[in-house]
């Protein structure tokens, strides 16, 4: 008799975390649950989804893809090949978000994806009036399920970054492509989908847009959060600072890496 945990110490290889954790989600059990239920023999229906999912793996199919979901901020959200699959260091715009924003505040999220940053900000800060936007209408679609999931109120349009955003906001906040288009790390990002990752030769494209056009979209003393590629930081303050932005700083993610830039919008008196 092969068992569930000889076929995968037999064949998951490397792979052999990422086939139990999706052999977990095939039968909907807790790990706990799992080790006792490995040493069942394996049927053909689990044998062919776990070779298959193998296959995948091998390919370069995040797992997130495989599951269909990833977690991010402690909520579940749907992710398909047409998002960007959400990282615990974009954790740190949530933070940043609740930090800066009043009770009642307006809030435009840019590039929203599967909407994991305007979704766990709207359930930490109900208060908060939240406008999301993407310029992929598969990208909203996700992110318009999730929201349902979560039952949240935030409402989502379609835009190419402030093409089709009318009025000002409190808070401006967004994870841009930022990764250059000869970056070697864009090998290991190859099934994500390639606008949410790059927006020019240099990546610095989408940020450009941003801080350029930020300030005809913030209200007097608002904010604007901008996560960032390693290396970008300093370049990102200048132009900041530029575009007469005042209350720069730079923050950096769990890893010890500068990771997000907050700005503020120079008050009437002093513009």
């Known amino acids: 008799m092969l068992t569930i945990d000889a ?28 080790i006792c239920e490995s040493d069942q023999s394996i049927t053909p229906n689990l044998k062919n989804y776990l070779s298959d999912a193998l296959v995948k793996l091998k390919r370069g199919t995040p797992l997130a893809y495989l599951l ?22 974009t954790e740190l715009i949530i933070e940043k978000s609740i930090e800066l924003a009043n009770d009642g505040d ?8 599967s909407g994991a940053i305007a979704i766990a900000l709207a359930k930490e800060r109900p208060d908060l009036s939240i406008t999301a936007t993407d310029i992929s209408i598969q990208a909203l679609e996700v992110a318009r ?11 989502l349009e379609h835009s190419d970054w402030f093409e089709s955003v009318s009025g000002t906001w409190n808070l401006i906040l967004s994870n841009p492509p930022y990764i250059a288009e000869n970056d070697p790390h864009l090998d290991f990002l ?11 030769p240099t990546g610095f494209e989408a940020l450009d847009v941003l801080i ?25 303050k200048k132009k900041l600072a530029s575009h007469h932005f005042t209350e720069i ?10 990771r997000i830039v907050t700005a503020q919008q120079v008050s009437p008196e002093y513009g």
């Open 68 to 89: 269909g979901y990833k977690e991010f901020w402690s909520l579940e959200f749907q992710v398909n090949r047409n998002v960007l699959i959400p990282r615990p260091e």
């Open 145 to 155: 399920e999730n929201a349902r999931k979560h039952k949240c109120k935030i409402t």
């Open 7 to 34: 076929w995968l110490r037999q064949n998951g290889a490397r792979f052999q975390h990422e086939l139990e954790i999706l052999a977990r989600a095939y039968f909907g059990i807790s790990k706990a649950e799992f």
């Open 190 to 200: 190859a099934m994500e989908p390639r606008v949410a990752l790059v927006s020019g």
């Open 249 to 258: 700083s730079s923050h950096k993610d769990l890893a010890n890496i500068n």
């Open 212 to 236: 350029e056009n930020a300030h005809n979209h913030l209200k007097p003393c608002g904010h604007l959060i901008i996560e960032h590629g390693i290396g970008q930081a300093q370049e990102i």
């Open 106 to 113: 307006s809030v435009l999220e840019l590039g929203t994806g």
